[in-house]
């Protein structure tokens, strides 16, 4: 998108210049279509076979992973959807076009994630609290966990070069998390092989929902935070406020907004009071290039207001 700048009266002579970075969109590093086919397509498979091994061999803990890695299929195709959704081009009516779907997905995912972890735990302490545990078979159990290491580790690897977006970072840490829980049941299975203690099926599953809330609880921090346009981490808005403050010509500043649009695209916009008025399109391209560089954020508005012209109804608002 090149650099652009519209003028226009406001609040009689003051003026709005809004400048748009081209470069400043941190995309994740490329497309991640076929990551997502392969990755949906291998667990798709995995569920099936560890669910049904898992009901013929009484083990709850190769369920509690099925379920684990069935609701990682629906999170990996909702991440999948969003992906492509965000490059659809802006409308009238969705003026950023839809990047903000790859918010939604990241919380839907972490959401949905924790309610599958409720149920699996819950299946879990009803097996624990019976008065005869169930025979579980230990060599199927290591049997089937060993290729879900596999299957999850290798999906994990493709998405690992996009963990800077939280959406594709959301799919590489359940795919990591699985492959480590997967490492949890075949050690489970050993254990059961060795002295037959069914009971550690169970409480397995339990320390397995654990390390799922554990690990997930992050993602959702993150996007709901971001879902309700809070300053994205690693970005002070007091740092980018002073900046602004030290422009050529700039007096005063007001009403400053720095929010995610996307999960990877950062939006700005700031009234900048100047002694002189407008300063022509140089100094919009020239801040927007620097707030791309410095800080990230690569679709800045500043509005451009005259020094001791009419007073700004928002100048109360956040600074």
């Not at 927007?288 to 410095?294: K, N, T």
Request: overall charge negative; aromatic content about 6%; hydrophobic content about 50%.
């Amino acid at each position: 998108m090149a650099e652009h700048d519209h003028a226009h009266d406001h609040h009689g002579h003051s003026h709005h210049g809004h400048s748009h970075g081209g470069g400043g969109h941190v995309h994740a590093p490329a497309t991640f279509g076929r990551a997502f086919a392969i990755g949906i397509t291998l667990n798709i498979a995995f569920v099936v076979i560890e669910a049904v091994y898992g009901i013929a061999s009484e083990s709850m803990a190769l369920v509690a992973d099925a379920g684990h890695n069935l609701s990682d299929v629906l999170g990996l195709l909702v991440a999948w959807i969003a992906s492509v959704l965000v490059k659809r081009s802006p409308t009238p009516r969705f003026t950023y076009g839809l990047r903000g779907s790859s918010i939604l997905a990241a919380l839907f995912n972490a959401v949905f994630l924790l309610v599958a972890t409720g149920a699996i735990a819950w299946e879990a302490i009803a097996r624990l609290l019976a008065p005869e545990p169930q025979p579980v078979a230990g060599a199927t159990v290591m049997v089937v966990a060993g290729i879900g290491i596999l299957i999850n580790g290798a999906t994990a690897w493709l998405f690992a070069s996009g963990s800077s977006d939280i959406n594709i970072r959301g799919a590489y840490l359940h795919m990591l998390a699985d492959a480590a829980v997967s490492a949890g049941v075949v050690i489970t299975g050993l254990i059961i092989v060795l002295t037959g203690a069914a009971w550690i099926d169970p409480l397995v599953s339990l320390v397995i929902a654990g390390l799922i809330v554990w690990a997930t609880w992050g993602l959702l921090r993150d996007s709901v935070v971001m879902s309700l346009s809070a300053v994205p981490p690693g970005i002070d808005p007091a740092a980018v406020g002073a900046y602004l403050r030290a422009r050529p010509g700039v007096t005063d500043l007001h009403d400053l907004h720095i929010w995610p649009m996307s999960t990877t695209d950062i939006a700005l916009t700031a009234h900048l009071v100047m002694a002189q008025g407008h300063p022509g399109n140089g100094f919009l391209v020239a801040a927007a290039e620097d707030l791309r560089s410095r800080f990230g954020i690569g679709h800045a508005t500043l509005q451009i207001e005259e020094a001791g012209g009419p007073a700004c109804a928002l100048a109360g608002d956040c600074t």
